[in-house]
């Protein structure tokens, strides 16, 4: 029955035509579909030795923000932050047309998955999504991704509160007179509450695509919607961990001494921290046993390879870059062991920020005062490391805001007042944990970033002292337990002089980033918290 409601539901879209509809498929249909011997290209996937399928992606093997757009009409004219770099605006017109290309592809399809899923855990704030798209292993992708709901919750799942149609196999020949930025597309538009794509066939764009509109209702609402990931201790004592890509919520989230949340994207509202995903999507570029056991583990049946090299006997060489450097897998979170269900708990009392620092100069863990949590969250330093993001290919020093500046679909100031406000209201401490270079030229290793978050989490941080770090105007613990000694990141220069000369170039760049903000006293207010020359 729920078949011929959906099918009419599609009709009422505009998706026309005959095609068998499947709808919610379970993991086994999933796996039949992705391994048919009717599947060509990247439609088709591998069995790998751990039981996972392995797809390729297509050309998309990342995010493609500069081909991202939201439809400037009433509703979104004077809410969307509509900077230079993120949100760029498109007009009803173009959405019109791109719609009519998505409606036509999916219409000609001769099979399509429809997925009803969640995102957010709880009901007063959460999206009911239906995702509408062509590939198997698409709809595998969200299945892992999003929440899935029981079959009680989809049988009265009602209207759908937002709708991703996923064309990706068309793609725009008229994109020069839309200027837009070439044939690819992905379109927001508020006012229908539809996600259009085309072009990319990557599921990042799903994924984070709902997480920026997650980023838009729930400031409006007065809670704080963040780019981290999140665990909790037996105690029930929350951590959170802020930062962009490639830094490593997911792997340090994965703890095995704590419960996880979930990897990447959460709200905080009067009653906690909460997940608005049903899976994580780690990296496994170099992944090993040893470093990232939990990870590892949760590769099996169910879980989505993307990207990897897979040999004839199915067995997976992490290790090769040849496709992309990020390699990834999607998994739902029930392939950690030690979870939270569902995936909430109570007020966060560490709030760490995740910078992986090219320019090797940022002390591995810096104790940050109030000031200081509120300057570095609105700067947002790290590096863009390859992979993610299409065309970057080398560590880019970025500045962005509140860790995740391309899904904020609203302004920066509107994610740090309501961060700020929770952590003052509970009373959190925060910290700022490099997990990029230092002097040495090597990332700074795993198990030191471990036991500094261990640190962090059992509280011994606060107890040891402290050294000032100039310029960067930071407070950095000279000894913890379990730490090589590296904590003053100036010890892992051979010539202290090319700390100092990185350390004043970096200080430069926070000033000048700085500069947006201090057209306000707030901002103003902030100047001294930063580093200085
Ligand atoms: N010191 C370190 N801390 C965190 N991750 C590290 C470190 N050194 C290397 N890595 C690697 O960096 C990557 C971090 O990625 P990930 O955890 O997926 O980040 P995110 O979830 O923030 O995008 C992983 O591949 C991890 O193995
Ligand atoms: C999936 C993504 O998230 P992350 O790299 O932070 O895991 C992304 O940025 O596309
Ligand atoms: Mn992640």
């Known amino acids: 029955m729920k078949n011929i409601k959906v099918i009419q539901e599609l009709h009422d879209l505009g998706i026309t035509g005959y095609h068998e509809v499947v709808y919610n498929p379970t993991y086994e249909e999933l796996f039949q579909a992705e391994t048919s011997h009717f599947r060509k290209g990247y439609e088709k996937g591998a069995v790998t030795d751990s039981g996972a399928v392995a797809v390729k992606t297509g050309v998309f093997t990342g995010r493609s923000p500069k081909d991202r757009y939201i439809v400037k009409d009433d509703v979104t004219k004077d809410t969307i932050y509509w900077d230079d770099k993120v949100n760029f605006p498109t007009s009803q017109v173009v ?64 209207e759908p509160d937002f709708i991703v149609m996923n064309g990706s196999k068309t793609t725009n020949p008229n994109w020069k007179e839309h200027g837009l930025n070439s044939e690819n597309f992905v379109l927001f538009n508020l006012t229908e509450k539809i996600q259009i794509i085309g072009g990319t066939w990557y599921g990042g764009e799903m994924k984070k695509g709902m997480f920026a509109m997650m980023n838009y209702y729930l400031p409006l609402k007065g809670m704080a919607s963040m780019h981290c990931s999140a665990n909790v201790g037996e105690d029930g004592d929350v951590a959170i961990f802020f930062g962009l890509s490639r830094t490593g919520k997911t792997t340090l989230s994965a703890d095995p001494k704590r419960y996880l949340i979930g990897d990447d994207e959460h709200g905080w509202d009067n009653n906690g921290v909460f997940n608005y995903e049903g899976g994580c999507y780690a990296k496994v570029i170099d992944l090993s046993e040893e470093n990232e056991p939990d990870i590892w583990r949760a590769i099996k049946r169910d879980a989505l390879l993307e990207n990897v090299v897979v040999n004839e006997y199915g067995e997976v060489d992490y290790y090769d870059h040849s496709i992309t450097e990020n390699s990834r897998v999607s998994y739902p979170i029930y392939h950690i062991n030690k979870i939270v269900l569902p995936s909430k708990a109570g007020h966060a009392s560490k709030i760490i920020y995740l910078s992986a620092d090219a320019f090797g100069v940022l002390p591995p863990v810096s104790i940050l005062d109030e000031e200081q949590a509120q300057y570095h969250f609105l700067c947002g330093f790290t590096s863009k490391l390859a992979g993610t993001e299409r065309g970057i290919t080398e560590p880019q020093p970025s500045f962005s805001p509140a860790f995740g500046e391309a899904f904020l679909t609203l302004h920066p100031t509107m994610y740090s007042k309501t961060l700020v406000a929770k952590m003052k209201e509970h009373n959190a401490k925060a910290y700022l944990v490099n997990t990029g270079w230092n002097g040495t030229g090597k990332r700074i290793s795993l198990k030191n970033t471990r036991a500094i978050i261990d640190a962090i989490i059992d509280g011994s941080i606060e107890k040891a002292e402290t050294v000032k770090i100039p310029f960067l105007n930071l407070t950095a613990p000279k000894t913890l337990a379990k730490v090589d000694d590296i904590l003053d990141p100036r010890t892992t220069y051979k010539d202290v002089a090319d700390w100092e000369k990185k350390a004043k170039e970096l200080t430069a760049l926070y000033n000048k980033n700085f500069e947006q903000y201090t057209n306000t006293e707030e901002g103003k207010r902030l100047v001294s918290a930063g580093p200085s020359l």
């Open 95 to 158: 959405w019109s047309e791109l719609k009519k290309l998505v409606l036509k592809q999916l219409s000609t399809s001769k099979k399509l998955y429809v997925v009803d899923a969640f995102c957010g855990t709880n009901k007063d704030t959460r999206l009911k999504v239906r995702f509408v798209m062509e590939v198997a292993w698409q709809a595998h992708f969200v299945t892992n991704m999003f929440i899935r709901p029981s079959i009680y919750e989809l049988e009265n799942f009602g």
